[in-house]
């Protein structure tokens, strides 16, 4: 899929709260490296570097519009074109650091374990968030608006119904691994301002998956399906604005 940058930071502030919350729980004092696997426009490293300025960080994507801009923005940081599911390091990093990226990896769980087990220094830490928010309106919207419509057979075997597991399933992957292991999920309410801001929100994320996989009349169609659907399951407040709770799961793991 491709990315367009400029439409998945129009909500820059509310995708920065977890990418804060996250690195505020990993340990690791005084990295020499850090990589920001999944690191898209770059915006993160300001946060990073501000953390650690001692650290080399290297971000690593695939997508070519989000490192151009990554580049742009942010000439201290080094950026590496690369699929993370398959990227390995010159030498192991003392923090791996990932927001909202490796759910886009089918089996991304057994790549979470490979990363801790060979992408990190022994004592390092693996930092992982990724949203867990796909049984709501949102994203459950997507899923209706794909089997409703004659565009069903093109983009159902796209579909992934639970991209993420339970807080549990990793915890279960993790726990005999780790010297330290804390995962949790937390709920943002979001309140998010213009017209139908919740659709806005995805287009910039995972609906554009889809979207990508249709052309002209009939991805038009498309997204006005499910920005109707998606506008009825969240209505503005009496003020204008939409409240917009999102759920994502936190892993930061510390390798033996
Ligand atoms: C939702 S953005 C997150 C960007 C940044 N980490 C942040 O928190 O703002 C997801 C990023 O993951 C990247 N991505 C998804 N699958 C990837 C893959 N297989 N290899 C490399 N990057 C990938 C996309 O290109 C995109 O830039």
Same mark, same amino acid.
């Given at each position: 899929m491709s990315w367009d940058p400029a439409q998945y930071l129009r909500f820059a502030g509310e995708r920065m709260r977890p990418a804060v919350d996250l690195l505020a729980r990993i340990g690791t004092?005084?990295?020499?490296?850090? @990589? $920001?696997?999944?690191?898209?426009?770059?915006?993160? /490293?300001?946060?990073?570097?501000? %953390?650690?300025?001692? /650290?080399? *960080?290297?971000? @690593? $994507?695939?997508?070519?519009?989000? *490192? /151009? %801009?990554?580049? !742009? $923005?942010?000439?201290?940081? =080094? =950026?590496? *074109?690369? $699929?993370?599911?398959?990227?390995?390091?010159?030498?192991?990093?003392?923090?791996?650091?990932?927001?909202?990226? *490796?759910?886009?990896?089918?089996?991304?769980?057994?790549?979470? @374990?490979?990363?801790?087990?060979?992408?990190? !220094?022994?004592?390092? !830490?693996?930092? @992982?968030?990724?949203? %867990?928010?796909f049984a709501a309106p949102s994203h459950a919207c997507i899923v209706e608006a794909i089997e409703q419509g004659p565009w069903r057979a093109k983009l159902e075997p796209h579909l992934r119904r639970e991209p993420v597991a339970p807080p549990a399933a990793y915890w279960r992957l993790l726990e005999g691994r780790t010297a330290e292991l804390q995962i949790w999920e937390t709920e943002y309410l979001q309140v998010l301002v213009g017209e139908n801001p919740v659709a806005e929100y995805t287009k910039g994320s995972w609906l554009k998956q889809f979207l990508d996989r249709l052309e002209g009349a009939e991805r038009t169609a498309f997204e006005a399906d499910y920005r109707r659907r998606v506008l009825a399951a969240y209505p503005p407040e009496a003020d204008g604005r939409t409240l917009f709770p999102f759920r994502r799961l936190f892993i930061v793991a510390r390798r033996r």
């Open positions: 004092v005084s990295p020499a490296s850090v @990589v $920001d696997l999944g690191c898209g426009a770059g915006n993160l /490293a300001p946060l990073l570097l501000a %953390r650690w300025p001692q /650290a080399r *960080l290297t971000g @690593v $994507d695939s997508s070519p519009e989000m *490192l /151009a %801009r990554a580049r !742009t $923005d942010h000439p201290g940081a =080094f =950026f590496e *074109l690369a $699929d993370i599911g398959a990227w390995r390091p010159h030498v192991p990093a003392d923090v791996v650091y990932s927001n909202a990226a *490796l759910h886009w990896l089918v089996g991304h769980e057994q790549r979470i @374990v490979q990363l801790l087990e060979e992408a990190v !220094t022994p004592g390092g !830490t693996l930092a @992982v968030q990724m949203p %867990r928010n």
